[in-house]
């Protein structure tokens, strides 16, 4: 049976052919085309999801048409038979082909969310386990101090390698992109479970960042290209509560395992996992077509499509390399500026002067050589999608630099296992599943969502101001729970900044969008860790150095103490009571700036809320 406005059981010869559609009315299952729904008996029986263009398809005509044109002769045939049928109940009448094409697609859309809520799950469930448990893996290397770059590191990779994504699937379709992803992603946690050094940690961290980073940007454009934008809200906040699930879960079941069988399992068997998620894919996810509609410049001019065969040669590889290697040589002095060389250090000169000569470079390049941009410049000249860039991303390091705090925090003051540290996280995950639910919802219902995000900045800057003020060493049950209004201003922000972006953007543009907004919480994420890590070092050494000095110790003794203080939290347990209360007092210092960071990020995410013009949706 086939579920579409175009054919149906039993019609008749067609009068005409039906229209095509707007070149720009696209989809990503057949770029370029209107599709439907075919429910097709496969050789074994049994029926197989496929995806059919309408543009061949003849005009529909009702299986019902000859049933109305005999009504005359039943009606007589029924009159001269005298004996009385029995009564029986109304039959209800048919469903149109509309419904059922409807029927089918949410069938279909069901099938992809629930896809991609066994990838999203894991994946935000290693995000979190990596928060709680960063300590534990640095101090078993005996480098607490770089521990921030197994977050850095993971955002870097997806950072440098995101554009090139959105391209790729346009390309090669949705399904292979995923598909490599969870291959990916698998093959870096088990880098990490196996790594015997901080750096093979880390390496492991980078090819998950690389997957990740795909998987984010097409499960978003999965669930857009199945429905319309006022309703993408709605379904992402499916997965995105299954990502606050693993967000809420990651962190307590990874402190579990790292005080029980040790943290190297915690990302060993995240490959099992991924590779049935990778089963998944190729078993239910349809298996879309490479993308045939004619690519846009940076102004939206069609060009001439690359020759056939040649789907490569349709990729900006110039500009995503001179991307890729800006974003590390702009992002990279932030990590090591202030903790591995000083800020004064030629180095750090070198590779912001080399930054600016890529930016120009990037420019050039996208401007005037790409055949196909890897991103339109074009979309930096609409004030709303930068505006909603900047959001997404001070909201983004506002809140990154909290998760990294949380744990850090309640282990240094009040002595907690990795289980109980990652716990402490719960509330801010809850809060953010929260807000997402909510904001989707009413997206779907009232079309707006500039008043939800200025709303989201409002009670995130409330929470960060809560911590500044109160999180001061003795934190009670009811003090913990000051992160709510943080995580519940991020899921508003996550769900309403995606609409925002995809309601000013021509629908060419919209996996180039897309890939900007995933690239501006990935800066965002590096940025808010690199600040809030340097923050939280430098004063607690500089703290800890104080009241050293004060204590009467000398310069060398008191170098030594800074240096196991900042390589594993655990040496508290360790050191003299007093030296152990100076150090915590460091931390405790160093954290409550963590917060005035956080706080202004948060501000500056509310002054650009306020810039936003809001799109009909």
């Not at 075919?38 to 529909?60: H, K, M, N, Q």
């Not at 346009?170 to 399904?175: L, M, Q």
């Not at 890590?533 to 110790?553: F, I, P, Q």
Request: glycine share 8%.
């Amino acid at each position: 049976m086939v579920f579409s406005s175009g054919l149906a059981h039993g019609s008749r010869a067609p009068k005409h052919r039906a229209q095509a559609p707007a070149a720009d009315e696209t989809t990503p299952l057949l770029p370029g085309r209107r599709t439907s729904v075919v429910l097709a008996p496969s050789s074994s029986g049994a029926s197989s999801l496929t995806i059919s263009s309408l543009d061949d398809l003849d005009e529909f005509v009702p299986w019902y048409t000859d049933v109305e044109r005999n009504a005359a002769n039943k009606a007589a045939a029924a009159a001269s038979i005298r004996e009385v049928a029995p009564t029986t109940a109304p039959v209800a009448p048919p469903s149109t082909p509309e419904e059922e094409e409807a029927a089918a697609r949410k069938r279909m859309v069901l099938r992809v969310v629930a896809i991609l809520v066994v990838g999203m799950f894991t994946y935000n469930a290693d995000g979190s386990l990596v928060l709680a448990t960063h300590p534990t893996i640095a101090s078993e290397f005996n480098d607490l101090a770089d521990s921030s770059w197994l977050f850095t590191a993971f955002a870097l990779a997806g950072a440098a390698t995101q554009a090139i994504y959105a391209k790729l699937s346009d390309i090669y379709g949705r399904r292979a992109l995923l598909v490599t992803s969870y291959s990916f992603f698998a093959v870096g946690c088990f880098i990490v479970g196996i790594g015997g050094s901080m750096w093979e940690v880390v390496l492991g961290r980078v090819v998950s960042g690389s997957a990740g980073s795909a998987m984010g940007i097409v499960s978003i454009l999965l669930i857009t290209d199945l429905v319309p934008l006022r309703e993408v809200a709605a379904w992402q906040s499916y997965v995105n509560l299954a990502s606050t699930t693993g967000r809420s879960l990651g962190g307590p079941l990874g402190g579990f395992l790292a005080d029980t069988i040790g943290w190297r399992w915690s990302f060993i068997g995240q490959a099992p996992v991924f590779m049935f998620a990778l089963l998944l894919c190729l078993m239910y996810l349809p298996s879309d077509t490479k993308a045939t509609a004619a690519p846009t410049t940076a102004s939206d001019t069609p060009v001439k499509p690359a020759p056939k065969g040649s789907p490569l040669l349709r990729i900006d590889w110039l500009g995503a390399i001179v991307l890729a290697l800006l974003i590390l040589a702009f992002l990279t002095p932030l990590e090591i500026g202030g903790t591995k060389v000083p800020w004064t250090s030629p180095l750090i000169f070198a590779m912001f002067g080399a930054a600016g000569v890529l930016a120009a470079l990037f420019v050039v390049v996208e401007s005037r050589w790409a055949r196909e941009p890897i991103f339109p410049l074009a979309l930096f000249r609409q004030r709303d999608v930068v505006v909603s860039y900047f959001v997404t991303g001070c909201q983004t390091a506002a809140q990154l630099g909290l998760m990294f705090a949380v744990p850090l925090y309640f282990q240094v003051t009040q002595r907690t296992s990795n289980t109980v540290a990652g716990a402490h996280l719960f509330p801010a995950v809850a809060g953010n599943a929260a807000g997402g639910i909510l904001a989707g919802a009413y997206i779907r219902r009232t079309g707006r969502y500039k008043r939800l995000m200025v709303l989201a900045t409002i009670c995130s800057s409330f929470s960060y101001l809560l911590l500044l003020l109160r999180w001061h060493g003795n934190t009670n049950i009811w003090e913990s729970l000051y992160i709510v209004p943080g995580g519940f201003g991020m899921g508003v922000v996550q769900s309403a900044v995606f609409i925002s972006v995809q309601a000013s953007v021509h629908p060419a543009n919209k996996a180039a969008a897309t890939s900007g907004m995933w690239l501006s919480t990935s800066i965002g994420m590096i940025l808010g860790l690199a600040c809030i890590s340097a923050v939280v070092t430098e004063t607690m050494k500089w703290d800890l150095n104080a009241a050293l000095r004060a204590s009467g110790l000398d310069e060398i003794a008191r170098r030594k103490i800074i240096e196991a203080a900042s390589s594993s939290v655990h040496y508290i347990d360790k050191a003299d009571p007093e030296v152990a209360k100076a150090v915590v007092a460091a931390y405790v210092r160093g954290l409550t700036y963590s917060h005035a960071v956080s706080l202004f990020c948060s501000l500056s995410a509310l002054g650009g809320t306020v810039l936003l013009t809001e799109a009909a949706v």
